[in-house]
């Protein structure tokens, strides 16, 4: 059975840092395309930042510059460090690894409130 467990979220000041993670158990990330994504109240599921299974990242327009996404895969483990939070970040962060006919998998998300 495949799992997802994100932990790392939280409550922080504007400005301030946090860095997710996200493991994975009965599959093995190095197959996958791995992804962050976000959805907030009232609103769409996003996506915030993906890498691939050869290590090319792509970071959502808007969080350019403030977030960095990488992976370990012996740890079998994928990471969103997002430094200088804003109010606008505030959501659920939801961590996804799909491949093809290999499956499409989430998590049951994190949550990350932004406030002063």
């Known amino acids: 059975q495949v799992q997802l467990v994100e932990s790392g979220g939280g409550l922080v000041q504007p400005g301030g840092s946090l860095r997710l993670s996200c493991t994975g158990s009965?599959?093995?990330?190095?197959?996958?395309?791995l992804g962050w994504y976000r959805q907030a109240p009232g609103k769409q599921r996003e996506l915030v930042a993906r890498?691939?299974?050869?290590?090319?990242?792509n970071i959502a327009d808007s969080m350019k510059g403030r977030f960095t996404i990488s992976k370990d895969n012996a740890k079998n483990s994928v990471y969103l460090q997002m430094n200088s939070l804003k109010p606008e970040d505030t959501a659920l962060y939801y961590c996804?690894?799909?491949?093809?006919?290999?499956?499409?998998?989430w998590g049951q998300g994190t949550q990350v409130a932004v406030s002063a």
């Open positions: 009965g599959i093995i990330f190095g197959i996958y395309n």
């Open positions: 996804n690894a799909e491949y093809r006919s290999f499956g499409d998998y």
């Open positions: 890498i691939t299974r050869g290590g090319s990242t």
